[in-house]
């Protein structure tokens, strides 16, 4: 694929995307004749520029105009061209000028990127689709800028769907086989078979994302973005017990169906251990006289919650508040979780009364200029704006390219050895991988700390 600019860049971004099935990015996909896995096309992508017609473009790469429209029925002569991205066939086409030759003088790193798009079965109007192509996309600006400082990628892309079958017959291809980085997988299943696949190749392998399950990749080769619950749950709970050991604890428990209901005990856990006391509310709905009661004068007063949800946070807070203004001696905070990052522009100015603070594993502080240049650049290429939700899988998918490629392209093989000193820091991820154990993969296990304050100012700490 090649990644050209609609206005003014000048780069030439050499990327070849494998699409087993259909290509996957737009929602409204475009119909291929499907190929046997060994047989598949290659497609060489272009975004049609302002005033440009199909006689230019089929002249500059020696294809007739009828074999463009082929491949994609949606456009016509009499159809608005401007913005559309086009599939070419790579095989059957020989650019008059190109840049290739150039990147021919470096070595190109060979990446690939599995993720279900859900363009075979569907689905890629759902948000596991989206999400995946959210990411895709972020990891395109990111191919973009990496191009900028002299680094040549070939990108190869498969729809992988759900299961396992697409990947096993993925890996059958030889061409798979001669790749520098895997970046990919959602289901345990998928993510077993391709850490086997990076296993037996001695292919460095991120994952992205989440994934269900707790356990850890016992494979030395594999790199969790994502730390599992219980690791991240034991980390923060003693960051929790070291800031809060002298303050006046009290959790809001008024049942046990609560969803961080399993951080609550964690932390109550550790709190045991180092013998500092805590308080519990059992009420669901507290009253004023309630509240005050478990209050001290002499301490801070942190709150934790059994629940992240909106119903619960504004619940609490709006009493807190009340509180607080009526008794201006009081220290009263909060101690929270990563989607009220979805919550405090709503609730903004209880979060800096309150001294609100929140952990998560990735964050983008919407004020700083990074982050509105990246979403500016976003919503440039792609028309629109990334889908409201934490993470963002744009900046997910950028943040994890412009790392690990870097790495890569830095320290080769060597890239194991040398994860502690390439730093970055990204627009929503920064990374701190080690080893939990002695048996299994990499695991990042850095996160954030950010913190609001009644001066209105907004900080945020990394720890490491």
């Known amino acids: 694929m090649n990644f050209i600019m609609v206005r003014k860049f000048s780069f030439f971004l050499l990327i070849f995307v494998i699409l087993q099935f259909k290509r996957v990015y737009c929602s409204e996909s475009i119909t291929c004749k499907q190929q046997n896995i060994q047989q598949e096309e290659r497609y060489f992508h272009r975004i049609i520029k302002l005033r440009e017609t199909l006689y230019p473009i089929s002249k500059k790469y020696k294809i007739r105009g009828e074999k463009i429209l082929d491949f994609n029925p949606k456009l016509s002569i009499n159809t608005s061209l401007v913005g559309n991205i086009i599939p070419i066939l790579i095989d059957k086409i020989t650019p008059i000028k190109s840049?290739?030759?150039?990147?021919?003088?470096?070595?190109?790193?060979?990446?690939?990127?599995?993720?279900?798009?859900?363009?075979?079965?569907?689905?890629?109007?759902?948000?596991?689709?989206?999400?995946?192509?959210?990411?895709?996309?972020?990891?395109?600006?990111?191919?973009?800028?990496?191009?900028?400082?002299?680094?040549?990628?070939?990108?190869?892309?498969?729809?992988?769907?759900?299961?396992?079958?697409?990947l096993q017959n993925i890996f059958d291809n030889a061409l798979i086989k001669n790749t520098d980085l895997v970046i990919g997988g959602l289901t345990g299943?998928?993510?077993?078979?391709?850490?086997?696949?990076?296993?037996?190749?001695?292919?460095?392998?991120?994952?992205?994302?989440?994934?269900?399950?707790?356990?850890?990749?016992?494979?030395?080769?594999?790199?969790?973005?994502?730390?599992?619950?219980?690791?991240?749950?034991?980390?923060?709970?003693?960051?929790?017990?070291?800031?809060?050991?002298?303050?006046?604890?009290?959790?809001?428990?008024p049942n046990s169906f609560g969803n961080k209901i399993d951080f609550i005990y964690a932390i109550q856990k550790k709190l045991l251990t180092k013998k500092i006391t805590y308080k519990v509310i059992t009420d669901e709905n507290p009253s004023y006289s309630d509240i005050i009661a478990l209050l001290d004068n002499s301490k801070k007063n942190i709150f934790v919650l059994f629940d992240d949800r909106c119903h619960f946070l504004s619940k609490i807070i709006s009493l807190l508040k009340k509180i607080k203004d009526t008794n201006h001696s009081l220290f009263i905070s909060l101690f929270g979780y990563p989607i009220w990052q979805n919550?405090?522009?709503?609730?903004?100015?209880?979060?800096?009364?309150?001294?609100?603070?929140?952990?998560?594993?990735?964050?983008?502080?919407?004020?700083?200029?990074?982050?509105?240049?990246?979403?500016?650049?976003?919503?440039?290429?792609?028309?629109?704006?990334?889908?409201?939700?934490?993470?963002?899988?744009?900046?997910?998918?950028?943040?994890?390219a412009m790392f690990f490629i870097q790495l890569l392209n830095k320290y080769g093989a060597s890239l194991a050895e040398n994860l502690d000193k390439f730093k970055y820091s990204g627009i929503q991820n920064r990374f701190h991988f080690e080893k939990i154990n002695d048996r299994c993969g990499f695991v990042n296990t850095g996160f954030f700390l950010i913190k609001f304050d009644e001066d209105y100012v907004i900080s945020f700490d990394f720890v490491e």
């Open 99 to 166: 840049d290739t030759n150039k990147l021919s003088e470096k070595r190109m790193l060979n990446v690939v990127l599995l993720l279900p798009f859900g363009v075979k079965d569907g689905t890629f109007k759902d948000v596991v689709g989206r999400c995946a192509l959210e990411y895709y996309e972020g990891l395109l600006i990111a191919l973009k800028h990496i191009k900028e400082i002299g680094i040549s990628v070939s990108l190869k892309v498969f729809d992988v769907g759900l299961g396992v079958e697409l």
């Open 189 to 253: 299943e998928q993510i077993e078979l391709i850490s086997a696949f990076s296993d037996k190749y001695g292919v460095p392998y991120v994952i992205p994302f989440h994934f269900n399950g707790d356990s850890l990749l016992f494979s030395d080769n594999t790199y969790q973005v994502s730390i599992p619950k219980l690791y991240l749950y034991d980390k923060i709970s003693t960051i929790f017990c070291n800031e809060y050991n002298d303050a006046n604890i009290v959790f809001y428990i």
């Open 343 to 400: 919550y405090w522009i709503e609730y903004a100015d209880y979060f800096f009364h309150l001294n609100i603070t929140f952990y998560s594993i990735f964050y983008a502080n919407p004020i700083l200029h990074e982050v509105q240049s990246f979403c500016d650049n976003y919503k440039y290429w792609y028309s629109k704006k990334m889908m409201d939700h934490y993470p963002k899988y744009g900046m997910l998918g950028y943040d994890t």
